[in-house]
């Protein structure tokens, strides 16, 4: 009950900084239309702006990495010549599997799965 209770404010919150920000009221005029006071404006401004900025700074990072939730959903196998089989992970390691050795071929790409967090039996 507390987190929908959590969320709605936020929401709430949230719409209320737009029509702040579209406006042309000082915040104390603003809290006063709204029935609010300045300490939870202020206090809901600097938490909606934190979670913007954490929300972008980790997009970028995901972008800059090559990391993403779908990143990790499939690993890469490429077969170099007809000796090798080479696992490219997300992190830019590079295992490489000789082809003749199908148990190894296998525990690579278990542990390249686990490497991503998506162990799965074959």
């Known amino acids: 009950m507390r987190g929908r209770r959590s969320a709605r404010a936020e929401a709430l919150w949230r719409e209320r900084l737009a029509r702040f920000e579209s406006g042309d009221l000082t915040v104390a005029e603003f809290c006063r239309r709204e029935g609010v006071s300045q300490p939870s404006f202020y206090g809901w401004r600097k938490r909606v ?6 929300a972008r700074s980790q997009e970028q990072q995901d972008r800059s990495t090559g990391d993403s939730k779908e990143a990790c959903s ?4 490429r077969v170099s010549g007809l000796s090798a089989a080479v696992i490219e992970l997300p992190n830019g390691v590079t295992v490489r599997v000789p082809l003749v050795d199908v148990e190894a071929l296998r525990t690579a790409i278990l ?12």
Do not use: Y
Request: aromatic residues 4%; hydrophobic residues 35%; proline residues 9%.
């Open 74 to 77: 499939f690993v890469p196998v």
């Open 111 to 122: 542990a390249a799965g686990e490497a991503c967090g998506e162990a799965r039996p074959c």
């Open 49 to 54: 702006r934190q979670e913007g900025r954490a």
